[in-house]
């Protein structure tokens, strides 16, 4: 943290989070209380918010948890106040990804938040699409089609989004890193799953 308010309002949000989902809230939730703690306006407006959005999506049956919460927070970047249009752009991406035969795990809903917040047109979404079927098919992606998906939006990014301003370009960065630190996690438990069937299999 830069300072001691920005260190406090971090704290706050996460409180205000924590009331409206007091198991699910955890430390895990902590990066994004960071990056949106210290946007302008109400955090307990940001956190009601945070809790509709989950709602309705929860509704168009998106799955409840970690994920769905952290998609929930990133939709409020732009603004504290509630837009339905921001949950009918999620939905319509989601839409997009299906019918183009792409099937969003629940690690990467939060990619359906950061392609919303940054309203991509249609063409940098097919080019995603297609990115993504490429990589699909490559050797160092066979096993690991679910990475292929998020590597293809963060080539599209770099491609096609302009930084206008430094708050996009604190989004952008703080987005990627959470996408990367995702992607780790993904490895750690992709080793796991191998190691221990391999350890199954020598028993």
Request: aromatic content about 8%; charged content about 25%; cysteine-free.
């Amino acid at each position: 943290m830069k300072n001691p308010e920005q260190a406090e309002r971090t704290r706050k949000l996460y409180e205000e989070m924590k009331k409206h989902h007091k198991f699910l809230t955890s430390n895990e939730d902590m990066p994004y209380a960071a990056l949106l703690g210290n946007r302008e306006g109400s955090l307990e407006e940001r956190a009601t918010t945070m809790n509709m959005y989950y709602r309705d999506l929860r509704e168009q049956r998106f799955i409840m948890g970690n994920d769905l919460q952290w998609l929930s927070q990133i939709m409020t970047f732009d603004s504290l106040a509630y837009d339905s249009e921001m949950v009918g752009r999620v939905l319509a991406i989601h839409q997009f990804f299906k019918a183009a035969k792409i099937k969003i795990r629940l690690t990467q809903y939060l990619i359906l938040g950061f392609l919303a917040v940054t309203q991509v047109d249609g063409e940098t979404l097919k080019e995603i699409a297609e990115n993504t079927h490429e990589l699909e098919k490559s050797k160092i992606f066979r096993w690991y089609k679910d990475m292929a998906f998020s590597t293809a939006v963060q080539q599209a990014m770099v491609d096609n989004i302009e930084v206008q301003d430094i708050s996009a370009m604190t989004f952008s960065t703080s987005l990627e890193t959470l996408m990367q630190a995702q992607q780790a996690a993904m490895m750690v438990s992709i080793n796991a799953a191998i190691i221990s069937s391999t350890n199954n299999s020598s028993g």
